[in-house]
């Protein structure tokens, strides 16, 4: 059966210029989908710049995100009304500090002191995507960046903590078995971690220039352990009602293997280019993709949850692929 949806969105922003060490920013975006009332996202920063080398910013926003189109389709026809979706609700402050120390080296830091967010997720007992409950988390970010007219480097280090997850009261219904939810076992009783979320994440960009024609870049992104998914598989099996179950009951399957912890484990992707510029218009690359895993293919393993377990991931092959850009 064919179906029909329309959205409408404006989007704007002010910034006023109160003096050469103080700007302010607002803005909005208005949102109006078929199966949604009036969606309103605001957001507000103010930036200080008390010396020529450094610079404060204070930000707040509050972002709405409509849930998936079929299950608000399918939500809109049983209830037999239009506008019943409730979307995904997003409301942040950050605090960032940049300063450039010398002409090569910059450095920056951004604390997240408030990151609350109504989240939107799969519900196993009800089989459908619906609001799960509100999760909140704090975080902090410090970067460092040096460069010269050859040379580019950056590296940065995330580090966020979930200190808190409310289950929509509807989820609870089915607590403790199944869990009506893959984001956290927070809510069982276990240690405030996401399932597929690294509490520490590093990232390092570099590029080369060799001369005039030839560069070579790259970059590696670790992400350091999965803490909140080794909790959450310990609940699936062992917890509440599933205590003692090493199977699954909807398959039969292992739900984890004795001493398997691959899953649990930190993944590190590493790409390496390499460039060349025969001309001012002609630029012909070639890059490799996920190198680390020529040595260890569970480098790169990207985790994803299923029913029965968050313990899961998918290997990503080591690739290669080129480049032509012409520019007129």
């Known amino acids: 059966m064919k179906w029909l949806k329309s959205a409408q969105s404006l989007l704007g922003e002010h910034q ?3 003096n ?24 507000a920063a103010i930036v200080h710049t008390p010396t020529d080398r450094d610079t404060l910013k204070l930000m707040w926003s509050r972002s709405l995100r409509a849930n998936f189109e079929e299950n608000m389709r399918n939500q809109a026809m049983t209830a037999g009304a239009s506008k019943i979706s409730e979307p995904e609700v997003l409301d942040s402050v950050e605090l960032r500090y940049e300063r450039q120390h010398s002409k090569n080296l910059d450095f920056a830091a951004s604390l997240f002191v408030h990151y609350n967010l109504e989240v939107i997720g799969w519900n196993q007992s009800l089989l459908k995507t619906d609001l799960a409950g509100t999760q909140r988390e704090y975080g902090i970010e410090l970067e460092a ?34 869990p009506s939810q893959g984001i956290s076992a927070t ?5 405030d971690d996401l399932v597929n979320w690294a509490n520490h994440i590093t990232k390092i960009t570099a590029q080369y220039k060799l001369n005039d ?9 670790v992400y350091w352990g999965f803490p909140g998914m080794k909790d959450y598989d310990d609940y699936w099996p062992y917890g509440g009602a599933a205590k003692n179950r090493t199977y699954d009951p909807f398959t039969n ?10 899953a649990y484990r930190g993944n590190y992707y590493l790409n390496l280019g390499l460039q060349y510029k025969p001309s001012k218009d002609l630029t012909v690359g070639i890059y490799g993709y996920n190198l ?12 994803y949850n299923e029913t029965g377990g968050g313990g899961t991931f998918r290997d990503h092959a080591p690739a290669i692929g080129v480049s032509l850009a012409y520019a007129f």
């Not at 808190?164 to 089915?174: A, H, I, N, S």
């Not at 809510?187 to 240690?191: C, I, L, T």
């Not at 024609?213 to 590696?220: E, R, T």
């Not at 399957?253 to 691959?262: A, L, Q, S």
Request: aromatic residues 18%.
């Open 16 to 18: 006023w210029m109160i």
């Open 20 to 43: 050469d060490r103080w700007t302010t920013f607002i803005g909005a975006r208005l949102d109006d989908h078929t199966y949604t009332e009036m969606m309103f996202s605001p957001r």
């Open 145 to 178: 960046g040096y460069h010269t007219e050859k040379a580019r480097f950056v590296v940065s280090h995330g580090y966020t903590k979930l200190y808190d997850f409310d289950l929509e009261p509807d989820r609870m219904t089915y607590y403790p078995d199944p």
């Open 187 to 191: 809510p069982y009783g276990y240690e």
């Open 213 to 221: 024609q030839w560069m070579v870049d790259g970059s590696l992104r």
């Open 253 to 262: 399957y292992p739900i984890i293997e004795e001493g398997w912890e691959k």
């Open 292 to 303: 680390l895993g020529i040595f260890d293919k569970d480098l790169n393993k990207r985790n």
